[in-house]
Structures are given as C-alpha cells and as structure tokens.
C-alpha cells in the first residue's frame, strides 16, 4: 500500500512543479541549460550531468555483533524529490546510508541506484554524491581537499572552484580547512559530494552544527538541488521539524525496520493515521446531520464547531460543499507532525530498549 | 590508476608532513655520517679508517639508518586516511578499494624513491665533505654507488611496508609506535640473542643489513637474497593491506 499511495503523491508533485517551471523564467533558464550540458562531460551547476537515478532499498540487514542495527529495511528514492530519512539517533540511519554506499557490508539486501550497488556503478562520483561527516585533513586547504578527489575521479581540477563557489565558500578556499567553522565545514562537505555534478546526493544529518541561518541556506540549496535541477536528494535528520520544510517525502525508521515510507501530504492529512478533522461553521447542526448520514463519526464540541475523526480536510469539505453548509474554519487537527513523528517512533521504543544500544546507528 | 596515483600525490604534497620528514631524514643521516667519520679509525669504535673499502662501504649505507623516517612516510600516508576519516570520500570517490590501496603503493614507492635520491645526494656530500677532509673522499666508483643504489632501494621499500603497515592497523600512533618498538627494540634483542640471532637474517632488518652493509654482524643472506626479502616482506605487508582495506567496513 505505501507503494501505491507514494506514486500518487508524487505524480502529483511533479505536476505542480512542472506547472510552476512554465510561468517562472529562472526555472526555464535551468532547462536551456540542461539540454546545453548534457553532451558536455561536465555540466554547469545547473542539472546534472546523467538522467534522473531512482535509489532502491531491499531487505537490507545488518548487525553489528548480537546488536541488529538494521533489520529487513526496504524503501524507495524518487527522482526529483526530496526525501527525509528520518529516526531516532540509533534507529539505524548512518548504517544504512553507508550500507547504500558500499562502505558497509550488508548481511542480507540491496541497494541500488537504477538497479547496480554503488560500488558497481561505473562513474559512481558523477551519480552519487554523499556528505557522510565532515572528512578532511586539517592541514589542507579546501580547495586542494576537493582538488584531491577531482584527480582520484578524473574531473577537471578547476572543478574544484566551482563547487567552492556553488557553496559560498570561494573566498575561503584557499584557507586551511582545520580552520574552517562547522558550516564551513558542512559546506566544505556538500561541495566534495557536488564535485562530480551527480544525479543523486546523499546527505547525512547535513544540518548538524548549523546556525540558523545556515539550517535556512541549506534548506533552499537542498530544494534548488532536487526540485528545480531534478536531483535525487535523501537526507537523513533525528528531528522531523528540522526537514519538514524541505522533504517532499519521508521514510522513518525505527530500531533499524521501517516505521513509515509516506509523502508529507500523506503524513500531514494523517488520513492513515486517524487524525481528527475540526470544522467551524454557523450551521454546525445541519451539517453534523449530513456526515452522520455519510457514516462519520461526529462529536459536536459547541454552539458553532465540531470535530470528525478518522477523515481528512478534502473529505469533509466535500459533504459540507454537497449539503450547502457555510464553513468558517475547516482544519486537520493532528495533532501537528512532530507529534505524529514522535507517535510513529515510540512504538518502537520498546524494541529500541531491548535491542539497540544507544550508539546503534554507527 | 594514474588519476588515482596523482590523486595520491596531491594528497602528499599538499600537507607540509614531507617536508618535515625529509628533512628530519636529511639532518639524521649528516649527523649519522658525521658520527661514522669522526670515529672511523679509532680503535675503540671498530670502525674501520677513512679510505679503506669497508669503511666506504659503511659510509654509502650510511642513508638505511634513517630506514624509520620512511617507514613512517608510508604509514601516515595511509592511515591518515582514517585518522581524519577522509577513508569516506575517499573510498567513496573510489568504491574498488583495492585501486586505491595499490595505487597509494606506488605513489609512494615513486615518492620515497626522489626523497631517498635527496637523502642519498646529502648522505653522499655530507661524507664527501668529512672524509675527504680526513684525508679520502669516497669515490663514486661501481662499488659505491651500487651500494648507495641498495641503500635507496631499501629506503623505498620501507616506505611501501609503511604503507602496508598503516591499512592493516589503521592507527597511525599505534603504527608508528608500533613500528619505532619493532624497529629499535624487537629486532636488536633477537639480533643480540644466540638463541633467536639465527631468525634474525630472515627478519626485515637482517635482510637490510644483508642488501647493504654491515660489520661484526650476526649470519646473514646474500646481498641479493636480502633485497628479495625485503621486497618480499613489502608485498606482504601491501597485499595483507590491500585485503583487509576491501574486506573491512569504513565506519
């Protein structure tokens, strides 16, 4: 079921962003370019240099000693979207994400980006690219760390400056990168995954150590990256509020199996979750008749509102449309996403307790 | 593999630690020449005068005393990798980890073979300078410069175990003071032991002392027989390293 109602949703995406390319002319300009960098090795920071690359997640199993970190996950990345791996610390994110790049071994599954493992991927910088941890050495200058990986991938080294400055970090380029401050070290980071211009990235609890302002930069990068150049993007976070804005889609995992694999619209209406509907309107009666004969179930709550449970908005709204009923606030009621987040993982917790110790997820 | 070598280089040359190393090797192998010159001929020493051919011989050699600096180039050159965890983007950018392995071999052979080349050219002019104002200047006949040929071989070797030796610990301190305890401590107790001392030809430092020169030594191989040795334990340190670097997850 998740699979049906996942592809709806994000038919649905792409058909408002499309609408959207067509009326804005910076996202038309992106298109031009795209078709100009295709047959170029290496693109512009406009679009990637391949098509778009689906990441697929099967039965993957790991353990680490008698701890199970990730047990039977299964889930799907859509192209163009951006999705939210989401947990708690220890529910098994950054083993997974490295299980997905071939730097840990699998028990048991696969994944896979258009159907071949990472490490099988013939130019795998120029498909994925990936911000596990901030990884460099000290010493070095962040311009010669991403001239490094430029030389091991066969990329121009001027490659280097250009990511720098896709990132905002040109003028510091030539500083060592031990110097660096955490965003610049984040930053430093997202520009070693963007160096190969991938189709997919990667993006391992990004906004650790970000100031606000930073979190608010990397929010708009990350949608710019996905939505308007057609990437790939999943990135994983402990909290739901802090990638609530930015994913199109989740996957929530707990204790190392899935919770959720859903769209925010999805999780949103709570329509799988049994949220409550709260309707406001002068003609409360008449339209508490009009569910009730739909087979609602209605609680009146006073002389002007009411709530419905178990139904979304859409559906609400449509019987009080039918019936003729005027509404003066018809709102879902769950709760708010945190919550249903946090209700989604805790019933994990106890299979959490037994079996996973805190530092499970590394 | 020549992306992945460059790769490698540019990794070396953009850190100041070469640096450092090569010229801590340079000022270790003038004050070991110095020394070796200074009491060559006295009695008490037993090193032979300046002149003869075996003290030539000791001087042109003179370059393995700083065999550990180069060990050491090796293991930092693969284990910083882990140390600053740039194994991540490393082997991301690369997922064959064995390539990368190989390639940080011969990166460094290449590498350690121009610094052993300094070394040399400095070993060579420090003892010029000293001996011949003792009277002879070693000349650069086939004797000697083959010796000073086995003595940069060895050097490079001991740079390609270091780097074997650095991806099968990973730790750097613990390679390093690994390597320094094994390197003054093992090998000169079953060298000085007569029950072990036999073993000793067939251990790292007994097939440097057999490639180079030694006096007063323990039993020891051929010149030639030790050079394979040698070269033999740097394969084996690689090929242990490159097996474990695939097999093992990055973490």
Known sequence: MPGVTGTGAVNGGRHARAGSRIVTPVRLDGRDTRHQTRRSAIATPHAPATGPVRVEVRGLTKSFGSVRAVSDLGFTVEPGTVTGFLGPNGAGKTTTLRMLLGLVRPDAGTATFDGTPYTSLREPVRTVGAVLETAFHPARSGRNHLRVYCRAAGLPVERADAVLAQVGLADAGRRRAGGYSLGMRQRLGLATALLGDPSVLVLDEPANGLDPEGIQWLRGFIRHLAHEQGRTVLVSSHLLSEVEQTVDRVVIVGAGRLVREASMAQLRSGAEGGGTVLVRSPQVARLAESLRADGMPVTLDGDDSLTVAGRTTAEVGARAFAAGVELHELRSRTSGLEEIYFQLTAGQEQYAAGATSPEGSR | ?251
């Open chain 2, 1 to 251: 593999m020549t992306d992945l070598i460059r790769a490698e280089w540019t990794k070396l040359f953009t850190t100041r630690v070469w640096l450092g190393l090569l010229l801590g090797a340079c000022v270790m192998v003038i004050g070991f020449a110095v020394l070796l010159t200074a009491f060559a001929g006295n009695p008490e020493s037993g090193i032979p005068a300046v002149g003869t051919p075996l003290y030539e011989e000791l001087a042109m050699a003179n370059a393995v005393n700083v065999n550990v600096l180069f060990l050491i180039v090796g293991i930092i050159g693969m284990t910083q990798e882990y140390r600053h965890r740039t194994a991540t983007p490393t082997f991301l950018t690369t997922p064959r980890r064995g390539n990368v392995v190989i390639a940080k071999l011969l990166a460094y052979a290449v590498a350690a073979a121009l610094f052993a080349l300094v070394v040399l050219v400095v070993n060579y002019a420090a003892v010029a300078v000293h001996a011949g104002a003792r009277g002879a200047a070693p000349a650069l006949d086939a004797d000697n410069l083959g010796t000073l040929g086995s003595a940069g071989l060895a050097l490079v070797i001991y740079a390609i175990i270091g780097v074997g030796l650095g991806a099968l610990l990973r730790n750097q301190v613990g390679a390093i003071v690994g390597g320094l305890v094994y390197l003054f401590v093992i090998e000169p107790i079953i060298r000085s032991i007569p029950a072990t001392s036999g073993a000793y030809k067939w251990m790292p430092g007994g097939a440097l002392e057999a490639l180079t020169a030694t006096f007063e030594g323990p039993d020891l191989l051929e010149a030639w027989q030790g050079g394979l040795l040698l070269l033999g334990y740097g394969l084996l340190a690689a090929l242990l390293g490159t097996f474990l670097a695939v097999r093992r997850d990055i973490a």
